[in-house]
């Protein structure tokens, strides 16, 4: 057993030992009758949130009202929940009220019968009320109890059963499919950061392409990113992309995803949001369908979703960038030195080469221009890339010049040459300013 399950089974002894019934539950039960190892564990007994917090030494009261109290050992969090049932939920989300209740009880009011397993880790027994193991021998994710009362009690249980078939690759039972088109609709009920979070586990998980793809039959892709489903039936010029119009492009890039991060994987999603409204039709015979101006138009509606789901700036700002420049890539080849340099070393390149690489791996497979970027890293030194500066703006203010929008220029103009070997020292740039730029005499 791990350090993190030993702690787990010593929370359990402790409540068993003042007199308490408790349980590993939900998400640590279903994984280790899947054969996985848990990544955190929760707890559910029938002490109440006043006794476990009196049990251990160090604790935090993280939702008392719902029973739920986080049990801190060493650098672990262990939540520990008060076996209960659940009133009316009136907001999409939180019960009006809670009842302490038994461990049956309690099973009922979970999402998910895969989720609704306990383990009695001191005697090593599975306790099953919701025949979750049932549903994990089957491949099936099946609403516990009434699907319609479980996702009305929360709207996002509607993303997570999608976001768990596609981890696992089950099926969605048909009462709860059913159940899940009928609500679609209801998901943007619930507060933006919710959706995002979940979203952003579907696209870094192990089937971000099942995930979409499941969210867009299920109808809530139209709900949370109406864009995303505009992309289908979205013809291309099949000599790039013989794969199909643009949904399925980007369903492929998706696919080929390994562990990226959030920015990465919603750029890979949004890669290709400006196409549908910039979709032109061939005018003659000779012309192909054009997108002009896709990359400009997606990186603008790539941010106002990135606000819609309130990311940070920062990863708004990342996300921006890779959609609005993924297609720089074609002209590499073509570019001034100081240019491609500049592009080689910009913040978050290895997301720009990455996203380039599933872009062509996702359309016509020619992988020449990430081969060339990849072979330019390889050979140019950070020396080469990122050379000290020759000059400066007290070094122009010296040289006579006047502070002004022409320093930013200058500067600029003197570090291509430099990035293209044509001058190599400090006094090699002031000649080169002084003749480039020269100051006027009154």
């Known amino acids: 057993m791990s350090h993190l399950s030993n702690q787990a089974v010593e929370i359990v002894k402790v409540l068993r030992g003042a007199g308490f019934r408790a349980y590993w539950a939900g998400g640590c039960v279903r994984d280790l009758v899947m054969g996985h190892e848990p990544q955190d564990y929760d707890v559910a007994t029938d002490a109440r949130p006043d006794q476990v917090m009196k049990l251990f030494p160090k604790t935090v009261p993280v939702g008392v ?3 739920v109290v986080k049990v801190l050992a060493d650098e672990s969090e262990f939540e520990v929940a008060t076996f ?3 009133g009316r939920y009136l907001d999409g989300r939180h019960p009006v009220e809670v009842h302490y209740s038994s461990d049956r009880e309690d099973a009922a009011r979970r999402d998910f019968t ?4 306990f383990y009695d880790p001191v005697k090593r027994e599975i306790i099953d009320y919701v025949e979750g193991r049932r549903d994990i021998k089957a491949g099936i994710i099946r609403a516990i109890g009434n699907p319609r009362e479980r996702f009305e009690e929360d709207k996002l249980r509607l993303m997570r059963a999608v976001r768990f078939a596609a981890r696992f690759e089950y099926t969605i039972d048909p009462q709860t499919y059913e159940a899940i088109k009928e609500r679609a609709g209801e998901i943007v009920q619930i507060s933006a950061e919710r959706i995002r979070d979940e979203l952003k586990k579907m696209l870094t998980g192990p089937n971000p392409s099942g995930s979409i ?4 039959e299920t109808g809530l892709l139209s709900a949370i990113l109406p864009e995303v489903t505009a992309m289908a039936g979205v013809e291309q010029p099949k000599e790039f992309h013989p794969e199909g119009d643009v949904l399925t492009h980007t369903l492929l890039l998706l696919k080929n995803l390994d562990r990226p991060s959030f920015e990465l994987a919603l750029a890979a999603m949004l890669h290709d949001v400006g196409k549908p409204p910039t979709f032109t039709p061939p005018k003659a015979d ?9 990359c400009e138009v997606g990186a603008r509606m790539a941010e106002a979703i990135c606000e819609r789901l309130r ?3 920062e990863q708004t700002e990342r996300v921006v960038e890779l959609v609005r420049d993924h297609l720089r890539f074609k002209d590499v080849q073509q570019m001034r030195e100081s240019t491609l340099k500049r592009f080689l070393r910009r913040p978050g390149f290895p997301d720009h080469l990455e996203l380039h690489r599933l872009d062509c791996l996702a359309s016509h497979g020619d992988l ?5 970027c990849k072979q330019k890293l390889t050979e140019l030194g950070p020396e080469e890339m990122r050379p000290e500066r020759l000059l400066t703006g007290d070094d122009l203010i010296r040289m006579g010049y006047s502070p002004g929008p022409i320093f930013s220029e200058i500067l600029t103009r003197v570090e291509d040459a430099q990035l293209e070997g044509r001058i190599k020292t400090r006094e090699e740039a002031v000649e080169w300013t002084a003749r480039q730029y020269p100051l006027k005499i009154s």
Do not use: K, V
Not at 114 to 117: C, D, E, Q, T
């Open 65 to 67: 009202s719902f029973g």
């Open 84 to 86: 209960r049932s659940d």
């Open 114 to 117: 895969i989720n609704g397993m």
């Open 213 to 216: 793809s499941l969210l867009l």
């Open 286 to 294: 000779r012309d192909r369908i054009r997108f002009d101006g896709h």
């Open 311 to 313: 990311l940070s700036n």
């Open 368 to 372: 020449t221009n990430w081969e060339f």
